[in-house]
């Protein structure tokens, strides 16, 4: 991190002031070059120019190394801050900075300083990537502005809270305004920036060179794809930054408390520690921005960020200790409201408190956090933003490569410089053609292979309703060494089913006895009607853990309005306070009121109920372990009499007092059925040379028996956890505890023989914060197949650590709890909940949207020529009334399932027989349509239908991870790792075929070239355009659905890649100089050739053309990466069908089987022997470098799994 800015998006920074631009490179330097040239021109011509060919040469060299060096800084921001700008060491000095990002965190760049008094007092900050950097003069630092919520608060700062005063003209400087303020530069400015990129202006140097060579339509042609593909690209981005600039929420009207009184203001223009009142609005609008709850409550969808579509109920921090800290991840987490996450319905605080009026808009009151970019959804949009801008190769392995390839060729010009100085050519001319040679082997397809690679896996993605917002990850996937899932959610699903009861009575000898609700005492009922955190919405709609629904249900409990639950045979149950579930607490629990009776019902972990229990009952631990053991989930059930208390006293509760000294009331168990495709997924990751691993906050033994079931264990499992909490020892034991194995993490160490060897292990959460500091934890982790009792925190420190290892890794789990490990995995897969066909249905209402938009402007448009509207599309048909204009309009509404009666078709008719007008769409904004009776009709009866459609916000895309899977299916991950490899082995195949390619052109512009071979238009032509199908479908192979025990290869520079390339290059060489050596035989070589004559056919040329085709052939075909990863060529029907057609041009041209096509290709007569030494080059050529490929392959391909994908049982 940098010293002088403190972000963990920086990694370092530099000072800057701007040079004079007498003293820039690209200016003072070159005006005596300029002069010297002018004066040897003017006056030393013949001497040292002689011609206009050396005139042009130098002229032309100087100019392009200017350009070079003008253009330099704008292709590297470090060469940008040495050419343009002198390093100072005092900001005060300082105008810029230039900022170097650590990794995937966007691209480097120079800022400038800004400076504003207020109030006498200079304010010197800079923005960069939506962020804003203050010069702190203390710490000497630029750091982002502070808030409150980032620095451990304590609640009384915000229950406190009088909302703001005064001028507020420095916060607003400070903190921006609360929007997301992307701005989209025009077509011209973009494509601009994309006309100087080093690729684009070497692809121009190129095409100029061929034209000064006079391939007039080649270069223009040329000219024209790469002008098109560099507009399609801006087009592209264009798209992407306005598809951005939807994200934001829409500016509404709200009340915020300032200056000591409720003001309406618009939601953009709030400010950290602004008082708001929080309201469903009419409009249905989203959280404006973070904020911590501070009276009243809310229940929220927070799908957008999390992927959690259970409704939550948030209540505030009032009655929490004041002199607490703020824990935001824990305790206080159903406290915090998330921008863009929408508020289903609000209740009021019951009264006014801290001299505070209640509200006008009868809304719940919160403190606003952080505002704009800052907030979950802000930073969400960043990272889509700035993570990584586009994608891109490798940077040192492909300039690694292109320096291999270098080599080839500057020997080969310096063979074409000798031979034509020796031939006599003239030298402008070789000079020429040395560049020609040199640029071709630098590859510029190469970036458009790769992304088109990447975006070929993106689509393929996408119809698995999986989308990424960091498309550099897809290739990592394919090199994933460990895969860890959550268990909940993840592999087994959320709906868990009730089963039963059990622990009721101490009587009954067998452990497993079960009771059905219906045989459950009252305290148990009670507690059960009291200890949950579901809610009644205003519709009727009850909200909440589908858990705890699925309980109430089946004890007959029905929740109603105000927190109050009722029981025919009970009655009502009032729920006065609750205390929510924390993961590190591991519990939850209400007081509530039953008639006169006032309790304390309490569920949780069986684990953490036991410590608070005034009396553990026999066979307690027994009980429930016997049912976790074959993977039921069990929580315990405790409660304890109250005495009667005001609200007053309610409120002052303290949880700590609340669950202590209980009394138990029984175990719930419920059943927790794995997903359809949790086996099969798990299988085919156990199949393919990965590592799976499960990480869950469950209980060890359902978590084992779960993992056993999926195989990700498969042996006898040992878990280690704690003994006692009395002190630090360990223990190892088995499901069943006939195993115990005592372990002191102070003083033992593992015994590889005894422990790892024999069985699969587990490891608790406490046991792994008792050995974060052991010798061996990292041995331990390499073989441990479970973690269970885990925090969120904890399982981010495995991942970390997996990473320190060395390994690649995949976290697959919901957007809840796993954030950090999402996070901080290579790849991170976050479960949505949602249905494939809800998911069809709002893309079908994407392209309706995006039709009507294209249809409105085609009614504009034609407005504006004074001609009449077009005919309404039959996909939109329904969207718009009935009438002349819109014929199919029965048709479309028929399709969105309404019956049409005679009544409507009555009136359908009417509307048509009226004067055409311009279709206007049916407004259903505000939930019931406008105009006509008709439209009305029509659209309340498939009102229903649309209400079902989910929406998320961002579009695809969720805060929780890179990756997002809409469906809730496991099968996400090998989705993801297929394409991965997929990505990976067309990289590697992209740089092998242009590899060869580029060596083959430099050869064939040097030695074949001066050996006077030149190809005619049709040959040209026909080979060109058969080729480029192969070219536009190499990309194109679908990979297989089994995922392959094999690896692909990491990178290129390995003895296999390498020397698969070098050996067909060898092949290739060989057919050459042996079809040249025949043709001399036959046509013996001209003594002095003349390489500026036009093309006539000869045997020379014939033979070369045919043996490059073949060449051609054999490098696509060779090369190809079919399986184990992808369909085999066969499958790949453009790239297929373009070798065969390239295959059957070069075998029917050898043979002379078509004579026609021979003349139509300028190919002479060949004798028959001849014939036969062609026809078996070919062949040769190809099943030579098919036989290299093939050597390197079976010796040298390094396809080893990773050593934690390996079993100990298997190594030994």
């Not at 109030?119 to 203390?138: A, I, N, P, S, T």
């Not at 933003?385 to 080839?408: G, M, P, Q, T, Y």
């Not at 007092?657 to 009394?663: A, G, K």
């Amino acid at each position: 991190m940098s010293s002088t800015v403190v972000s963990p998006i920086v990694r370092d920074s530099k000072l800057l002031i701007p040079r004079s631009m007498v003293s820039k490179p690209y200016f003072l330097p070159f005006f005596p070059l300029y002069a010297t040239f002018l004066q040897v021109y003017l006056t030393d011509y013949d001497r040292y120019l002689g011609g206009s060919e050396w005139t042009f040469v130098v002229l032309g060299s100087i100019v392009s190394i200017h350009l070079l060096v003008f253009l330099m800084p704008s292709w590297n921001v470090k060469i940008n801050a040495l050419f343009n700008y002198t390093s100072v060491k005092s900001v005060d000095e300082a105008s810029n900075i230039l900022l170097h990002t650590t990794s995937n965190n966007g691209s480097d760049g120079i800022v400038s300083i800004q400076r504003v008094t207020e109030d006498g007092v200079l304010q010197v900050f800079f923005e960069f990537q939506k962020k804003r950097f203050l010069w702190h003069e203390k710490e000497n630092v630029f750091s982002p502005p502070k808030f409150l919520i980032d620095n451990s608060p304590k609640i009384g700062d915000f229950v406190n809270c009088k909302g703001l005063k005064g001028d507020l003209t420095h916060s607003r400087r400070l903190y921006g305004t609360n929007s997301f303020d992307v701005p989209v530069p025009k077509f011209l400015e973009l494509f601009k920036e994309h006309a100087v990129a080093p690729l684009f202006i070497f692809q121009l140097f190129c095409i100029t060179l061929w034209l000064l060579d006079e391939f007039w339509y080649y270069s223009l042609f040329n000219l024209f794809v790469v002008v098109s593909m560099e507009a399609a690209s801006v087009f592209q981005r264009l798209t992407t930054l306005n598809e951005f600039r939807t994200m934001g929420i829409k500016p509404f009207e709200l009340y915020v408390y300032r200056d000591g009184k409720w003001q309406a203001i618009q939601s953009d223009q709030l400010l950290p520690m602004d008082l708001i009142s929080i309201t469903r609005t009419a409009e249905d609008s989203a959280i404006p921005c973070d904020l911590v709850l501070v009276d009243g409550s809310c229940i929220v969808n927070e799908a957008m960020l999390s992927g959690e579509s259970t409704p939550l109920l948030k209540e505030s921090i009032k009655l929490r200790p004041q002199d607490d800290y703020l824990q935001i991840n824990d305790l206080d987490k159903n406290s915090i409201l998330h921008g863009g996450t929408k508020a289903l319905q609000v209740t009021a605080p019951e009264s006014a408190s801290g001299g505070i009026p209640l509200p006008p808009d009868g809304g719940a009151l919160a403190v606003v956090t952080k505002t704009g970019f800052e907030t979950s959804q802000g930073s969400l949009v960043r990272v889509m933003i700035f993570s990584s801008e586009r994608v891109s190769v490798d940077n040192k392995e492909a300039l690694f490569f292109i320096l291999f390839l270098l080599n080839f060729a500057i020997f080969a010009s310096w063979y074409v410089w000798v031979e034509g100085t020796r031939m006599g050519r003239i030298q402008s001319k070789l000079i020429l053609d040395c560049i020609l040679i040199i640029t071709s082997v630098v590859p510029p397809e190469l970036p458009m292979e790769l992304t088109m690679a990447v975006n070929s896996s993106l689509g393929a993605l996408s119809k698995f309703y999986i989308y990424c917002t960091e498309p550099f990850r897809i290739p990592l996937a394919g090199r994933i060494d460990v895969c860890c899932f959550d268990k909940t959610g993840t592999l087994t699903g959320e709906d868990l089913v009730f089963e039963s009861l059990a622990g009721l009575s101490e009587d009954v000898e067998d452990i497993r006895h079960s009771y059905s609700a219906a045989e459950a005492p009252q305290n148990t009922v009670l507690v059960v009607g009291a200890a949950h955190a579901l809610v009644r919405l205003d519709d009727g709609e009850v909200v909440g853990d589908p858990m705890e629904k699925a309980t109430l249900k089946a004890f007959g409990w029905k929740v109603n309005d105000k927190d109050i639950a009722s029981k025919k045979d009970i009655g009502d149950i009032k729920i006065l306070r609750r205390f929510q579930f924390s993961s590190a607490l591991k519990r939850s629990s209400s007081v509530a009121s039953h008639k006169s009776k006032m309790f304390a019902a309490v569920k949780g972990a069986p684990e953490t109920i036991r410590e608070r229990l005034t009396t553990v009952p026999k066979n307690y631990d027994e009980i429930y372990k016997s049912f976790t053991r074959s993977g039921s989930r069990v929580l315990a059930l405790a409660s304890k009499n109250l005495k009667k208390m005001s609200n007053s006293d309610i409120d002052n509760l303290q949880r700590e007092d609340v669950e202590e000294r209980l009394t138990f009331d029984g175990f719930l168990i419920f059943h927790c059925p794995l997903k359809s495709d949790a086996i099969e997924t798990i299988k085919m990751l156990n199949e393919s040379s990965h590592r799976c691993v499960m990480i869950t906050g469950d209980n060890p033994l359902t978590a084992v028996h779960v993992a056993k079931e999926v195989s990700i264990v498969e042996r006898s499992t040992l878990i280690l956890d704690r003994v006692s909490e009395s002190n630090d020892e360990l223990l190892f034991f088995t499901v069943d505890e006939s195993v115990k194995i005592p372990f002191n993490p102070n003083a033992d160490k593992f015994d590889r023989a005894k422990i790892f060897d024999k069985y699969d292990i587990a490891v608790t959460g406490y046991a792994l914060d008792l050995l974060k500091k052991h010798s061996q934890l990292r041995d331990l982790l390499r073989h441990t197949w479970v973690y269970a009792r885990v925090s969120p925190s904890q399982k981010e420190f495995i991942l970390n650590e997996l990473k320190d290892m060395g390994y690649k890794t995949l976290m697959c789990g919901d957007g809840t709890n796993d954030v950090g490990a999402l996070k901080q995995a290579h790849i991170g897969v976050a479960l949505l909940n949602g249905s494939e066909e809800g998911m069809k249905k709002m893309i079908e209402d994407r392209r309706i949207e995006n039709m009507k938009n294209v249809y409105n402007k085609q009614i504009e448009l034609f407005g504006k020529w004074g001609q009449p509207a077009p005919i309404v599309p039959e996909l939109i048909a329904h969207c718009y009334p009935p009438g002349p204009k819109n014929p199919h309009y029965l048709k479309a509404l028929e399709k969105t399932g309404v019956t049409i009666t005679p009544e409507i078709r009555d009136l359908v008719t009417k509307a048509n027989s009226k004067p055409a007008e311009a279709p206007k769409p049916i407004d259903t904004s505000k939930g019931k349509p406008s105009g006509s009776d008709l439209a009305s009709l029509l659209m309340n009866s498939s009102d229903a239908d649309a209400e079902e459609v989910p929406t998320l916000k961002l579009g695809d895309a969720s805060c929780a991870a890179p990756f997002t899977s809409k469906l809730a299916n496991v099968s996400a991950v090998t989705h993801i790792i297929r394409q991965g490899r997929c990505a990976l082995v067309n990289t590697i195949q992209m740089y092998k075929i242009l590899a060869l390619n580029c060596l083959i052109s430099a050869y064939s512009l040097s030695v074949i070239y001066l050996a006077g071979v030149k190809f005619g238009d049709g040959q040209a032509t026909a080979s060109g355009l058969l080729l480029s199908v192969c070219f536009l479908s190499i990309s194109r192979g679908k990979p297989i659905e089994k995922l392959s025990k094999t690896r692909p290869q990491a990178g290129i520079f390995n003895v296999y890649i390498m020397g698969s390339i070098l050996s067909q290059f060898a092949v290739h060489i060989f057919t050459l100089i042996y079809i040249t050596t025949e043709i001399y035989k036959l046509e013996p070589r001209e003594p002095q050739v003349d390489l500026e004559k036009e093309f006539s056919p000869s045997l020379l040329n014939t033979g070369i053309f045919l043996v490059q085709l073949a060449q051609q052939i054999s490098t696509f075909a060779v090369n190809y990466q079919g399986e184990p990863f992808r369909e085999n060529i066969s499958n790949n029907k453009g790239m297929y069908y373009g070798l065969i057609g390239v295959t059957c041009l070069a075998v029917a041209g050898a043979t002379e089987f078509i004579p026609e096509l021979n003349e139509s290709l300028s190919f002479v007569p060949m004798d028959e022997v001849f014939k036969f030494k062609l026809t078996s080059t070919l062949f040769l050529d190809f099943f030579g470098s098919l036989a290299a490929e093939y050597f390197f392959k079976y010796f040298f391909m390094d396809d080893k799994p990773a050593d934690i994908t390996i079993r100990s049982i298997e190594i030994a």
